[in-house]
């Protein structure tokens, strides 16, 4: 299949070539044609797939015919989080450089003056999150009678982020006679609900489902023996000691290092730059403008490791990702699949490696569950305090280990650090309040969710990204 297949204009084909893709990606294939005839679409697709190509190309040969109307955008893009909505903001300057549309990005942590100015100008493409697009229609700011598209990208993100009333909101203030696109990486039953409310006749398209991981990506689990100090600062440190170790054998063209934590994105990312090693973080905490900044820094090699949570770094498209580090092994099976599909992107080589500590047994478990085959285990040898193959294992556990074993690559490396060369504290800062609770006692106080400084941080799903200490204590497995 060729893009010059797929009904798209000659101007579209040009900007396509100069962004140098060749052929079209399977959900591009199957969509483009169906949005440029107008039919709705039922997406199940994940980042990585080319899925946001999939509904801004149509897009733009739709708006190619008309103007806009001031303060009546002629489409709408919903995002669940800021850093995505200014990704597919991107996408529209570069494969509309052909064209003469006018877009603008409502998100929160921006001025709002700034963003009705551009309104006022008029806009083709409008992509916003569901708070400020709220808030904005609520003051006057806009209309939403003229949006003859509407996009609800991530649906399941918005989902667990608590959104799906505000998009429900944001449907019904929309004209009937419309395009609707609806993407979602699962499809959990509530997202099926609105799919049903919202989409007419839907043309159902679904691509690598997302318990699967890209055959281009090499996998490593490093499983952590007992620290030899005491308490959970010992293995922390133990498991900076180990990261380092990784980074220092695989020397990464650039990676991602995901910690379950915000207060460990902190504590890792000056960890690794008191050894050296230069990081940035992305952190719910920063402003948008410092969130932005250090995105850049590291799309363009300035920084080559990123610190980050899983919110954070959601969805991110840095092309050539050398590297992806778990820190800390997600609690989350799904957020494991999302977070190495950060690198192997667009069929290239890529390397994920995670680190676990015995307590982490059960989620790894959910994780070769859901995507049906065995981590590779691999090994540090002269890890201090670090011996591999410590989580004793029931029968069929050590059954599916053998497997995976098999495929294991085991690393040679040095003696790891000494624990004087580590100046950073270990004992972590006094618990924090689970980031939800914070959520919603802004929300209380009348902040609307994404404007939050760690909105797009709320954990909804089961536990969220808090993990009583409870639960983080070593079980004795038989
Ligand atoms: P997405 O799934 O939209 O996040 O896209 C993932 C990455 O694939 C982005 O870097 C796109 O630029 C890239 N991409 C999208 N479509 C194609 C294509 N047809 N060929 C090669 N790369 C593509």
Redesign the pocket.
């Given at each position: 299949m060729l893009?010059s297949d797929l009904g798209l204009s000659e101007d579209l084909l040009n900007a396509?070539t100069d962004?140098?893709?060749?052929?079209?990606?399977p959900?591009?294939a199957e969509a483009i044609p169906y949005v440029l005839m107008g039919r709705d679409i039922l997406g199940c697709?994940?980042?990585?797939?080319?899925?946001?190509?999939?509904f801004t190309l149509p897009m733009i040969d739709i708006l190619a015919q008309g103007r806009a109307k001031a303060r009546m955008p002629r489409s709408l893009i919903l995002e669940p989080t800021r850093e995505l909505a200014a990704?597919v903001a991107e996408?529209f300057d570069?494969y509309g450089k052909n064209h003469r549309l006018t877009k603008a990005l409502l998100i929160g942590g921006e001025s709002l003056d700034e963003q009705a100015k551009v309104l006022n100008k008029g806009v083709d493409v409008l992509i916003a999150t569901p708070g400020r697009l709220i808030d904005m229609f609520d003051r006057g700011m806009l209309l939403l009678n003229d949006v003859k598209v509407f996009v609800i990208d991530e649906s399941d993100r918005m989902l667990d982020m608590g959104f799906i009333p505000d998009v429900e909101r944001i449907a019904s203030m929309l004209p009937p006679l419309r395009t609707t696109l609806l993407f979602s990486a699962t499809m959990p039953k509530e997202i099926k609900k609105l799919a049903e409310q919202f989409l007419m006749n839907p043309r159902e398209v679904t691509v690598a489902p997302p318990s699967t991981t890209a055959d281009t990506i090499s996998q490593g689990l490093l499983v952590l023996g007992r620290p030899h100090g005491h308490g959970p600062g010992s293995e922390q440190k133990m498991k900076r000691d180990a990261l380092r170790e990784l980074i220092k054998h695989e020397a990464p063209r650039n990676a991602l290092i995901f910690c379950n934590r915000k207060r460990d994105v902190d504590i890792v990312h000056r960890s690794l730059n008191r050894h050296g090693l230069e990081a940035a973080r992305l952190h719910g905490d920063m402003s948008q403008p410092m969130r932005m900044e250090t995105l850049t820094k590291f799309k363009t090699g300035e920084m080559r490791y990123l610190v980050c949570s899983d919110v954070a770094a959601r969805?991110l498209?840095i092309?050539e990702m050398s590297h992806v580090f778990n820190f800390d092994v997600p609690t989350h099976a799904e957020d494991y699949v999302h977070r190495i599909g950060r690198t192997g992107?667009?069929?290239r080589k890529g390397h994920a490696f995670t680190i676990a500590v015995a307590a982490d047994a059960k989620y790894i478990d959910a994780i070769e569950r859901l995507t049906k085959s065995p981590i590779p285990r691999i090994k540090l040898d002269g890890a201090k305090g670090g011996q591999l193959d410590a989580v004793e294992e029931k029968p069929k556990r050590q059954r599916n280990r053998r497997k995976a074993m098999e495929h294991a690559t085991p690393i040679k490396t040095d003696v790891l650090a000494t624990a004087e060369n580590d100046k950073t504290p270990d004992a972590a800062p006094a618990e924090e309040r689970p980031s939800g609770e914070r959520s919603r006692s802004l929300q209380r106080n009348g902040v609307r969710k994404d404007e939050l400084p760690e909105a797009d941080d709320a954990p909804v799903k089961g536990l969220g990204d808090h993990v009583p200490a409870f639960m983080l204590r070593e079980v004795e497995l038989n």
């Open positions: 893009f396509v962004a140098g893709y060749i052929e079209p990606t959900i591009q697709a994940q980042t990585g797939t080319g899925k946001t190509a999939s990704q996408n570069i969805g498209d092309p992107r667009a069929g």
